[in-house]
């Protein structure tokens, strides 16, 4: 019988992974009303007649069998509940396809267990995969936000070392402007203990309140190439405002009068009318202190 059906079904061989017909499932069940402890055990029920030594089946047959038994023997007990004997086959054959529904031995074949071996080879190898692709995708995820968190970290620390190298920049700028004015400074004999502030008080002790000075340089910066800067200290240049010119003129008689002053020059006066305020700008040629 079992040749025929696999020759009926030889088409599909290389899918089937297992097979199994009614009474054979009775091999997942027998234990459960057989007393394991004897060596034989017979179940004889409808038309089959089942014989199992140990945990084999020596004998199976399906014929028509006059059952001799009582009305309590036609029902199996298990787990408390009476079984049918006209259903025992089906209950059998559902135990074994929800407990083990690809487990089950079922019927031996040779190819058909070979089938079945591939199939649960192939069906662990996916399974082992799937972990593998979810523990890589995993590592990925976690490795791409690191990579994220110290990238922004170092995009962040190259903006601070460029701001921070702008600023070193501008301070080695400025140091350097720094000696390069202190240099002329020292070049121009400006170093030590100065008179400016002296000369500053000269100038303005007699300024008459109608002036205003806007500018004051007692060493101004002179250069005869455009280029190179020197303080010329034998001239002082002065800017500032008045409203007429009669009180510039009284001032400048003040200047001249003053021992260390050797000439006043007017170098410009500009006054729109008597009412604005007039502005001007004179130079003092120094003598000897």
Request: hydrophobic share 40%; glycine share 4%.
């Given at each position: 019988?079992?040749?025929?059906i696999?020759?009926?079904?030889?088409?599909?061989?290389q899918?089937?992974i297992?097979?199994?017909?009614?009474?054979?499932s009775?091999f997942?069940?027998?234990?459960?009303?057989?007393?394991?402890d004897?060596?034989?055990?017979?179940?004889?029920?409808?038309?089959?007649?089942?014989?199992?030594?140990?945990?084999?089946?020596?004998?199976?047959?399906?014929?028509?069998?006059?059952?001799?038994?009582?009305?309590?023997?036609?029902?199996?007990?298990?787990?408390?509940?009476?079984?049918?004997?006209?259903a025992?086959?089906?209950?059998?054959?559902g135990?074994?396809?929800?407990?083990?529904p690809l487990?089950?031995?079922?019927?031996p074949?040779?190819?058909i267990?070979k089938?079945?071996?591939?199939?649960?080879?192939?069906k662990?190898?996916?399974?082992?995969?799937?972990?593998?692709?979810?523990t890589l995708?995993?590592?990925?995820?976690?490795?791409?936000?690191?990579?994220?968190?110290?990238?922004s970290k170092?995009?962040?620390?190259e903006?601070?070392?460029a701001?921070?190298?702008?600023k070193w920049?501008?301070?080695?700028?400025?140091?350097?402007?720094?000696q390069e004015?202190?240099?002329?400074i020292?070049?121009?004999?400006?170093?030590?203990?100065s008179?400016?502030?002296f000369?500053?008080?000269?100038?303005?002790?007699?300024?008459?309140?109608d002036?205003?000075?806007?500018?004051?340089?007692?060493?101004?910066?002179?250069s005869?190439?455009?280029r190179?800067?020197?303080?010329?200290?034998?001239?002082?240049?002065?800017e500032g405002?008045?409203?007429s010119?009669?009180?510039?003129?009284?001032?400048?008689?003040n200047?001249?009068?003053?021992?260390?002053i050797?000439?006043?020059?007017?170098?410009?006066?500009?006054?729109?009318s008597?009412?604005?305020l007039?502005?001007f700008?004179?130079?003092l040629?120094?003598?000897q202190?």
């Open positions: 019988m079992l040749e025929s696999l020759t009926g079904l030889i088409f599909l061989m899918s089937i297992g097979i199994s017909v009614g009474p054979c009775v997942d069940t027998y234990k459960l009303v057989c007393n394991t004897n060596s034989e055990c017979n179940l004889q029920f409808d038309n089959y007649y089942f014989l199992f030594n140990g945990s084999e089946l020596s004998d199976f047959k399906i014929g028509q069998y006059q059952l001799k038994t009582t009305s309590a023997e036609t029902n199996f007990i298990i787990a408390n509940e009476r079984i049918a004997q006209q025992f086959i089906a209950f059998s054959y135990i074994s396809y929800f407990i083990q487990a089950s031995p079922g019927i074949y040779p190819e267990q089938n079945n071996s591939e199939f649960q080879f192939q662990l190898s996916k399974a082992i995969a799937m972990i593998a692709m979810a995708l995993f590592l990925l995820i976690i490795s791409s936000a690191i990579f994220s968190f110290y990238n170092c995009e962040t620390l903006q601070q070392i701001l921070n190298s702008a920049e501008k301070y080695n700028i400025q140091e350097k402007r720094l004015q202190q240099e002329l020292k070049r121009n004999g400006l170093m030590g203990q008179n400016l502030s000369l500053s008080d000269q100038l303005t002790y007699n300024l008459p309140d002036i205003y000075l806007r500018k004051l340089s007692l060493c101004p910066l002179s005869a190439d455009g190179d800067f020197l303080f010329d200290n034998d001239r002082i240049l002065i405002n008045c409203y010119s009669n009180d510039l003129n009284k001032w400048i008689s200047l001249q009068s003053i021992a260390w050797k000439k006043v020059n007017i170098n410009e006066y500009k006054q729109s008597s009412d604005d007039g502005s700008k004179i130079e040629i120094k003598g202190l």
